[in-house]
């Protein structure tokens, strides 16, 4: 897949996005490969530094050793950064296959520079607000970006519980960036919170401990994609 105009398409999509930071590593490569196989066309893989947060988890690396498999099922790989100063480290992700990077509008000073590198390096634009931060935050650069992610759990931390609030925000968050422009939902999503967060406004919904942390990771993508008619 090429990771512009598929990609997108991809984007506009109702979509499940299994993240694999609750994944088992020593079983990562078979674990979204069953993913895929149940319909997911979008794996999510989440990337801190010990920093913006305080885990560090996974770097370029592991994008690498998970793109060819990723995109021979016909699927795209989307990073989203949760570190400092993102626009540092835009060009060794895409090289080592994202598709779609996002980044915190907290996490540096130049939101539209940083944009511009990924968009300039052939890659979807993604733009994340954590939950304190006013959805205004998006609207300068909303003509810009592919996605926009609003956090429904504070970043850094797999498992949490969904902010409830996040369901008052997301009206806000698709009148300032449109129709065209995604709406993604990341924290505690599951069969139960993610039809309110549709009906609120979102179209892609990242779930890492409600698919890898289920027996059958395969059957939790697919009753979480059933519960929003997922593509």
Known sequence: MTPAAGAREVLRGVRVAPSILSA???????????????????????????????????????VGALADTVHDAGAM?????MIERPERHVGDFVKAG????????????HVAYAAGLI??????????????????????????????LCMTVNPGW?????????????????????????VEVDGGIDPQTAPPSRAAGANLFVAGSAIFAADDPAEAYRAIARSIDAE
């Open 24 to 62: 088992d590593f020593g079983r990562l490569r078979e674990q979204v490969a069953e993913v895929l196989q149940a319909g997911a066309r979008l794996i999510h893989v989440d990337v801190m530094d010990g920093h913006f947060v305080p885990p560090i988890t996974v770097g370029p690396l592991i």
């Open 77 to 81: 790989i989307e990073v989203h950064l």
């Open 98 to 109: 994202a598709d779609s990077i996002t980044f915190h509008v907290e996490a540096t000073p």
């Open 119 to 148: 968009r300039d390096s052939g890659a979807c634009v993604g733009l994340a607000i954590n939950p304190g931060t006013p959805v205004g935050a998006l609207a300068e650069v909303a003509t810009t970006i592919d996605v926009a």
């Open 158 to 182: 797999g498992g949490q519980a969904f902010i409830e609030h996040s369901l008052e925000k997301l009206p806000r968050v698709r009148a300032i960036v449109g129709h065209e422009v995604a």
